[in-house]
């Protein structure tokens, strides 16, 4: 079956532009998640989503990273005014409930790589 | 400090040695506990759950110290496909999220 999708896989962008990278879990999943990696680290949360709504976003860095999932599939991750250190893969994953007391194994798609110029 | 603390590495071990990595957590409130494997360019999967009772899937043991907040996996009779880095992560304290360590990163060498 189709796993965790995420287009686009490759995205360069100079410094001020706005990007906009998407996610298409594992259908019937109902929690999301993104995470940002650095190189030579291990990926770090940004936000979750229970279905539609984002039940934990405190992983987001600041006010130019927002978030959406209006029909609890598919979710698109915006960037403003982009910055250098912006530069990271950007993995999304989905898991079955989100429910189950953090247990539950969260699979990941690919990443897009984003390089701000 | 980092929640989940682990050797960078590089572990570099002959095929068919026996490797073990160990990484602490600082979270004691923390509830599930993984290890996951992470090839070059590649999304994360997870190899195995660890368990305070330990768990064993064919090659591969892990291990759980909740007093200690310790977690470890060894790789016994190494291949050169487990070349690779290997995650630390835990999950819970209230949050659905998971906390990755940096990594360690192994490489089996013929």
């Known amino acids: 079956g189709a796993g965790v999708s995420q287009t686009p896989s490759n995205k360069v962008t100079e410094k001020g532009k706005y990007v906009e990278l998407r996610c298409d879990p594992i259908?019937?999943?109902?929690?999301l998640y993104w995470y940002r990696q650095s190189l030579g680290q291990g990926p770090e949360f940004l936000i979750y989503?229970?279905?539609?709504?984002?039940?934990?976003d405190s992983g987001l860095p600041n006010d130019r990273f927002f978030a959406v999932r209006p029909e609890g599939s598919v979710s698109t991750l915006k960037i403003q005014r982009t910055e250098r250190g912006d530069s990271a893969v950007y993995l999304c994953?989905?898991?079955?409930?989100?429910?189950?007391?953090?247990?539950?194994?969260?699979?990941f798609g690919p990443g897009t790589r984003l390089l701000v110029l | 400090r980092k929640e989940v603390e682990q050797d960078p590495g590089p572990f570099n071990v002959p095929e068919g040695a026996t490797v073990a990595f160990n990484c602490t957590y600082s979270n004691s409130a923390s509830q599930s506990f993984f290890w996951y494997r992470q090839d070059c360019r590649k999304e994360p999967k997870l190899l195995m759950s660890v368990y305070s009772s330990g768990n064993e899937d064919g090659r591969f043991t892990a291990q759980l110290n909740r007093a200690s907040q310790y977690i470890s996996l060894l790789i016994r009779d190494s291949k050169l496909s487990d070349s690779a880095t290997y995650l630390c992560?835990?999950?819970?304290?209230?949050?659905?999220?998971?906390?990755f360590g940096s990594g360690t990163r192994l490489q089996v060498q013929p």
């Open positions: 259908s019937g999943h109902t929690a």
């Open positions: 994953a989905s898991s079955l409930s989100g429910l189950a007391g953090g247990g539950e194994t969260q699979y």
């Open positions: 989503f229970q279905g539609t709504g984002a039940a934990d």
């Open positions: 992560v835990v999950n819970g304290g209230g949050r659905r999220a998971l906390t």
